[in-house]
């Protein structure tokens, strides 16, 4: 027969690998988990027919309103929750990766947005990345104002997604910080991590090869809990704690501390001339780092430079208001340690500084 006279059923988008009606039926899924970030804040929203776009008010009183944003990710952590096929908390990683970054200027989180990635929309998979998304929304105190789901046959293998995230805050420009004001004699507040947060996946799946080892739910003998849930313990969010600070002059700088460790980051909020010195041992490591530290193995040094170390956030605070600042961080539920301080910074130093710190 002619193949030009074959007929041939007319192709549709789902043929092609895209369920525009899953993706709806998915949508209306999620609004609840949406709905509730907004929660007390129906007034910011103005209602919007189309829904193209997410609107928002801007909040009054600020004499100088300075909109804070950014963006980030959650990197490999998300294949060690792929495999143990636990959803639920990376998009809380998400809004912490990107909110954190926000909170280190004062700024006060306003809305979120997210985007996911996947070869074939799994409704009950990615509904619980979504929720895990508004939880995270809900202890950052922000709206999860909008987002994207897109369905990437051929970009994306079956079972395997990505998430990116963008937050938005605003801070008034008196009340902002960067670091400026950093000087010599600040004490250096470090607030505890939960463990890993999202930074440094790579090499721990590159120490922890045995996924099986993963799986097992019962505790592990040297982290007193089951290996998987320590790997995926999700980042911890710092908003009451920068709320209970925002507009303390004495509160010089903050840093978030993600890729990069303690040298990578704190860094970034040091004058020319500095330097940060913190104390071995001033603060409790989780026991996760340890035991990547033996089974690597992996130099102190090289730990440091990769993992948080224990500490999520460091406030360089004017010495004569530390007490003060401690005292507001731990009323918001914080474990604060007394890390370090700042000193002036000799020739051919580095900006970053561990004392005692073994190699």
Known sequence: MDPALDPKPALTYQAAGVDVEAGDRFVRAISRSVRSTREGRENRIPPSLADFAGLFRLPTGLKEPILVSGTDGVGTKLLVAQRLGRHGTVGIDLVAMCVNDVLTTGAAPLFFLDYLA????????????????????RRAGCVLLGGETAEMPGVYEPGVYDLAGFAVGVVDREESVDGGAVREGDVLLGLSSSGLHSNGYSLVRRILTDPSEWER???????????????????????????????NGGVHGMAHITGGGLPGNVCRILPEGLQARFEAGSWPEPPIFGLLARRGPVARAEMFRTFNMGLGWVVAAEASKAQEIEDALVRTG????????????????????????RE
């Open 118 to 137: 996947t070869g074939k929309l799994e409704a009950e998979i990615l509904a619980a990345v979504v929720e895990g998304v508004a939880e995270g929304c």
């Open 217 to 247: 739910t019962e505790p592990h003998p040297e982290l007193g809990r089951p290996l998987g849930a320590v790997l995926l313990e999700p980042t911890r969010i710092y908003a009451r704690a920068v709320a209970a600070i925002r507009g």
């Open 334 to 357: 914080e474990a604060v340690h007394r890390a370090g301080r700042v000193v002036r910074r000799g020739a051919g130093e580095p900006p970053v500084t561990i004392a005692g710190e």
